[in-house]
């Protein structure tokens, strides 16, 4: 069994209500997009896709392990593992590995600024298929 890292109880009720919270930063990360005009700061844009990754597993994590990933969002990936096995495709486990390292670039932590270009580039390579 793969370590999973720190986490909490969960149970399948909270995964749905994650999944519905999962597609809203999509769809706000798509709107976002749509109404950016060239030299946009991407920033806000990808901590939007990373938060819609986030609920993504946690809704994952919820529904098959009645567990979520709790504070370290760097062990997310040890417990979708720990909660999937191996129905979970390693390109799937590469791309989010790939959009949460861009986590704290993109959020309140990181001084680096990231225009629109960058961004749709950084998201484009971690949806690529493997």
């Known amino acids: 069994m793969t370590r999973s890292g720190p ?11 994650r999944l519905i919270i999962a597609r809203g930063f999509l ?14 700061l991407g920033n806000p844009i990808a901590a ?9 597993t946690d809704a994952l994590t919820a529904t098959f392990a ?3 990933n709790q504070n370290d969002h760097a062990a997310v990936i040890k417990t979708l ?8 495709p390693k390109s799937q486990e590469t791309r989010l590995t790939r959009i949460l390292g861009n ?5 309140q932590y990181g001084g680096r600024f990231m225009l629109l270009c960058e961004c ?7 949806s690529d298929t493997s």
């Not at 909490?8 to 209500?17: F, L």
């Not at 749709?120 to 390579?125: A, E, N, P, S």
Request: net charge positive.
């Open 7 to 17: 986490s909490k109880p969960s149970d399948a009720r909270h995964g749905a209500n």
């Open 27 to 40: 769809e706000s990360a798509k709107l976002q997009i749509s109404s950016a005009q060239a030299g946009t």
């Open 48 to 56: 939007t896709v990373v938060n819609a990754a986030i609920a993504y």
């Open 66 to 68: 009645n567990k979520i």
């Open 81 to 88: 593992r720990d909660a999937l096995g191996n129905r979970l």
């Open 103 to 107: 986590k704290d670039l993109v959020a």
């Open 120 to 126: 749709l580039d950084r998201v484009q390579t971690a």
